[in-house]
């Protein structure tokens, strides 16, 4: 590879390197959001190790790509091949670490919504009207997507307050506001007129997968220009590491 070539390689990598340091920035955001936020659904599911886990597998993986990212820069800048040279091979690992993952979550959706729907049901079970993060977050949920429950209204007939109450009691937060004519609340338990409460049809599982269905180009298209950042990542790493045959240290910044 001719001189020019390689300098052109050398800041090819860098670049790409910097957009793979603030794809981990994203990453490690998202997953601080997902755990910190009092109105995302993960909210609602705190109750679930297995969700915890994921938000604290995010803000892991973002971190180590913003490492990853960094080594890259420094090695690509400073052409050092055994920076280059684990770069490569971390940048390998994510890439099977998120075959694998996906394989999994593809293969194993019936079980985590199985998952879901247990951790969900028993939040509406003890629902009471307190103002909690959790029922805040779920009202959330169920007045913004216009749903009620998660398969449907049927799920708060177990609410522990609807069932010891003397009233016709329902959940504020997914009465259908069109069909409603008394005042209007958008949290706690509202006083119904008759037995047929006048709330949303939909469960919010529906709502959910509504809104997967509609944003899945995004998703996708995020996932594959992650994926396309990291295959040319690669193959300039490897491509700048052999054609690298000697290594000067004087280059490197000394503190």
Known sequence: MGKGCLTVTKYL??????????????????GLWLLLDNQSFIVVLSNSTSVKAACYILIGVGAFSMLMGFLGCLGAIYEIRCLLGLYFTCLLLIVIAQVVAGALIYFQKETLNEKVSKVVAQVLDNYSGNNSTTEQAWDFIQRNMECCGWSSRLDWSGNEVIVN???LLFPCSCQNISAFTGNFSDSSFCEAQTPDWPVYDTGCAASVESWLHTNLGVVLGICLGV????????ILSICLCRNIHKEDYTKVPKY
């Open 13 to 30: 990598l860098f670049l790409f390197n910097l957009i793979f340091f603030l794809c981990g920035v994203v990453i490690m955001g998202f």
């Open 165 to 167: 109450s003397s009233q």
């Open 227 to 234: 994926a396309l950042i990291e295959l040319v990542g690669m």
